[in-house]
Nanobody, 114 residues
Framework: QVQLVESGGGLVQAGESLRLSCVVS????????MGWYRQAPGKQRELVAG???????NYADSVKGRFTISRDNAKNTVYLQMNSLKPEDTAVYFC????????WGQGTQVTVSS
């Protein structure tokens, strides 16, 4: 069974940066298209970034130019570098497959104050 462990969240001020990490186990990681999702209070979970096995990336318009997704297949880890954070980026962030697996990790809370 896949396990996903996110970390790196925190409380920052607008304009600051954070780097999220997600360690994945239980799958052939390097073959999977991975993504970062977020869920703000009262809103649906949304996919904000994805990365293929060949490192092609795609981003939601709301984060394009500010967030960068990357992966280290040797460490079974996917990262999300978040720069120029805005209060509207406040959410719980999760990683999963772009076609989500059956379970989710606990997520990591990102709070951006104005």
């Amino acid at each position: 069974q896949v396990q996903l462990v996110e970390s790196g969240g925190g409380l920052v001020q607008a304009g600051e940066s954070l780097r999220l990490s997600c360690v994945v186990s239980g799958i052939y990681f390097s073959r999977n298209v991975m993504g970062w999702y977020r869920q703000a209070p009262g809103k649906q979970r949304e996919l904000v970034a994805g990365i293929t096995s060949s490192d092609n990336t795609n981003y939601a318009d709301s984060v394009k130019g500010r967030f960068t997704i990357s992966r280290d297949n040797a460490k079974n880890t996917v990262y999300l570098q978040m720069n120029s954070l805005k209060p509207e980026d406040t959410a719980v962030y999760f990683c999963n497959g772009v076609l989500p697996f059956n379970n989710w990790g606990q997520g990591t809370q990102v709070t951006v104050s104005s």
